[in-house]
Each structure stands twice: as structure tokens, then as C-alpha cells.
């Protein structure tokens, strides 16, 4: 199975010195992991290999390193303070939370529902599910319906099968039927254990707090920062200011952030403390569509070159309701992870919101002046925006290998020459030597 390559990768780390689970002497810290000497080597080689790339290799971007704290006024601006929120619920049988924009892919990549999956694929008789309700079903999904009432959820399916007079229906419908109880309402079922998911959702804010001052009652509530882009939007003049860049023009950043989020998981792809790499590219808004491809492009190749298999790796435009509150448009670079598909990178078209919205906040003029056409205007942002540490996995992941050497199986990592933690290597030719 697909995830088998997750725990294999998993336990490699831990093996070889790429990633620890945090403070493990003490149980560790659910979701926090630590690099070791070879993963941190493998992070700031690929750090560097984007700084070379964005940075070096261009002269139309400029390094930047923020600070994690700034002025809260800031995120009121943004409008994260109003708009990071994300719906969820909670499992009443196990307790789990799930992101209501994210539960159906999580229900897919379930254990429980693949086991089941395998089993339908082939007999799709009432015994064959009355089998693995009692015996898979049971250790997968106790809480799934169809495992604990079989012959009532089972009579349900029947009914629906005649309804459509033998005809075959989607899964999202069937996967409803099996969650049903004695009422035949089609429920959703927990990725978990299967128990009926709540129809009402609650919201939560992402952003994490903490206080600035010694004294509480005086102390100022100020924010760990969700995004480094924040940093780059707030110093744009000081960038025309000192360094008089002609558009179109970007800056670049490789930072911490941090964000409460309500499902993180699958190892280092989603934590709540996360390394960032982010580029602004500042351009005119009727250049805004061309430039947002161009950089999909130039982002999509980089991974290639860096020898990330071209069959595991796909862009994906945000539908309208996807879209965050400031963007008009993102693609986000998927990879095809053990567990599915999901982002590795977005690149999306900023327009002109969060210059907008620090001008009218701060009162400053945020506009930049075309000298030569003798104008200003808001220019438009476009933001490639990648996560190191799931950086770090997609490599880890795409390269692990396996070979047989006559009897025995040896891992082999096949990271490309400018990642590799280590470049050369003296080896003796007999292991007692």
C-alpha cells in the first residue's frame, strides 16, 4: 500500500538522523519534529537551492528576512484577524476534528474506506459486506453504521440499489448509505472510526498569540505570523526607498510561521510551526494573468530539476469558492503524496488587496510611480508561496528506493546532487574492514 511508504520514510528519518519527533525523552509533542544532522543538511541545501534560484539567478528580486512579531494592527489590516478562520468538526464517538473543506479527501485516504474499497471492487454481494463489517470493519471503523447495525445499514444499500434499478451510483452516495442508521438518513461518516459526523460546523482562528511585556495586566497581545509575506508587504517603501527598483520587480523570504491548525498531520506535511518560502513579485495589474503563468511555470520546472518524478507532480487551478479573501486566482502545484494529492506549492494573483489595505490602515501612500509613463498605481502582487519542511518530505519521499542485493533489500535515497546531505562518501569493500 501506498502508505506503507509513509511509515517506511517515517522511520528512516529516525533511523538515519533526518527527523526526530520532538522532545521525545518526554513523550514528545504531538505534531513537532526536529532535524537531525543529515535532515538539517537536506533543509538548508534546498533552502539554498530556491535562494539560488529566485535570488541569485535573477536580477529582478531582492532578499528579505522580517521580523516573526510585528505590530497587531498588521493582521487587522490583512484581514487575517477576521478572515483565517477555518469551519470544523468534531467526531463525537472518537473526539477527532476535520476540516469541513477537507473530509471528503480525508474519508478517501481512511483506512477503513479503503478496506472497503478493495473488498467492493470484487464480490459486491450482501454477505461480502456482512463479512468485512465483522471482521475489518470492526477494527477500522467500530463506530461506522454498517459495522455495528450490518443488517439494517445493509437493508438500506438493497433499497438503494432497487431505487436505481441496479445501477451503479457514486461513492460519496454510498459511502452516505453505509453511515446511515435505523432513520436511512445519509450521514457522513468520520475518516476515523466512522461514527455519523455532525451536520453544524464550528470556526476557528488560526493565528497563535502570545504576550510582549513582563507584567500581564500591561502586556500587549501580539501574533506569531501566519504568513512571512506580511513582512515583505509592509516594507514595499522602504524597498522603493532604497533600492529604487523599476517593475516589474520581487522580494524573497525564507522564514518561520505559524498557524493553530485544527488537523495537522501526515508527518512534516501540515504543523503548526513550519518554515516558509515565499516571493512577492510586484507587477502592473494589466500584466497581472501573464506574470501569475509565467510563474507557475518557472516554479513547476524547478522541482523537475530538481529530479522530483514529472508522473507525481500536477498543477491544479483554485476553484472560485477555494480562493482565499485576498486572491483573484491560484494554482497550486499538487504532489502525489502516500496519502493523496495535495499542495506542495501555490502561486497565486494577489491583486492589489493587501497594498490597498496598508495604505488605508497606515495612512501611508503605497502607490508606486512609473517615472517613464508618469503615473502611479497599486501595482498587482503575484505570490509564489512553498512550505520547506513539505519540501523536505516530497524529496524524502520521491527518493526513497528500494533494491535487492542478492538476498537482502538496502534503501537507497536518490536526491538529486545539489540536495544531497552528503556529496561524496569513502567506503571500505568488506563490512569487517
Not at 60 to 83: C, Q, R, T, Y
Not at 131 to 142: D, S, V
Not at 201 to 222: D, R, Y
Amino acid at each position: 500500500m501506498a502508505q506503507d511508504v509513509m511509515e517506511k520514510v517515517v522511520s528512516l528519518c529516525k533511523r538515519r538522523g533526518f527527523i526526530f519527533q520532538s522532545s521525545e525523552i518526554y513523550g514528545g509533542l504531538s505534531n513537532t519534529w526536529d532535524y537531525g544532522p543529515f535532515g538539517v543538511e537536506l533543509k538548508n541545501n534546498l533552502k539554498a537551492a530556491w535562494w539560488k534560484s529566485v535570488v541569485y539567478e535573477r536580477d529582478d528580486i531582492f532578499g528579505m528576512d522580517a521580523a516573526i512579531f510585528m505590530h497587531p494592527k498588521v493582521w487587522e489590516a490583512s484581514g487575517h484577524l477576521k478572515n483565517f478562520n477555518d469551519p470544523f468538526i468534531r467526531c463525537p464517538g472518537c473526539l477527532h476534528f476535520f476540516r469541513v473543506d477537507k473530509i471528503w479527501d480525508e474519508i478517501w485516504n481512511s483506512p477503513w474506506f479503503i478496506s472497503l474499497k478493495e473488498t467492493m471492487m470484487g464480490d459486491k454481494d450482501s454477505l461480502c459486506l456482512m463479512r468485512w463489517a465483522k471482521n475489518e470493519g470492526k477494527k477500522l471503523a467500530p463506530n461506522l453504521n454498517l459495522v455495528k447495525e450490518p443488517e439494517v445499514t445493509i437493508s438500506w444499500i438493497a433499497d438503494l440499489h432497487h431505487k436505481f434499478g441496479g445501477v451503479e451510483f457514486d461513492f460519496r452516495t454510498y459511502v452516505g448509505r453505509i453511515a446511515a442508521s435505523r432513520d436511512g438518513v445519509a450521514k457522513i461518516p468520520c475518516p476515523n472510526c466512522g461514527h455519523p459526523l455532525p451536520e453544524t460546523s464550528m470556526s476557528a482562528n488560526l493565528m497563535l498569540t502570545t504576550q510582549f511585556g513582563p507584567v500581564k495586566e500591561t502586556a500587549q497581545t501580539v501574533y506569531l505570523r501566519p504568513e512571512t509575506a506580511q513582512g515583505m508587504f509592509v516594507n514595499f517603501l522602504n524597498i522603493l526607498d532604497s533600492k529604487h527598483p523599476k517593475i516589474p520587480f520581487g522580494l524573497a523570504q525564507i522564514g518561520k510561521a505559524f498557524r493553530n491548525e485544527i488537523t495537522p498531520g501526515n508527518f512534516t506535511f501540515r504543523t503548526r510551526e513550519f518554515e516558509q518560502m515565499e516571493i512577492e513579485y510586484f507587477v502592473r495589474p494589466d500584466e497581472a494573468d501573464k506574470k501569475l503563468e509565467e510563474w507557475i511555470e518557472y516554479r513547476y520546472n524547478w522541482y523537475l530539476d530538481l529530479g522530483i518524478n514529472k508522473s507525481k507532480l500536477r498543477k491544479r487551478a483554485h476553484t472560485k469558492d477555494e480562493l482565499a479573501h485576498y486572491a483573484k486566482a491560484c494554482t497550486d502545484i499538487e504532489y502525489n503524496f502516500p496519502f493523496g494529492w495535495s499542495e506542495l506549492e501555490g502561486i497565486a494573483n494577489r491583486t492589489d488587496f493587501d497594498l490597498r489595505q496598508h495604505a488605508r490602515e497606515s495612512g501611508r501612500d503605497m502607490q508606486y510611480f512609473d517615472d517613464v509613463k508618469k503615473e502611479r498605481f497599486f501595482p498587482y502582487i503575484i505570490e509564489p508561496s512553498g512550505g520547506v519542511d513539505r519540501s523536505v518530505l516530497v524529496f524524502l519521499t520521491d527518493a526513497y528506493y528500494e533494491e535487492k542485493v542478492k538476498d537482502d533489500t538496502r534503501v537507497v535515497l536518490k536526491l538529486h546532487k545539489e540536495l544531497a546531505p552528503v556529496k561524496v562518501a569513502v567506503l571500505p569493500l568488506l563490512r569487517n574492514r
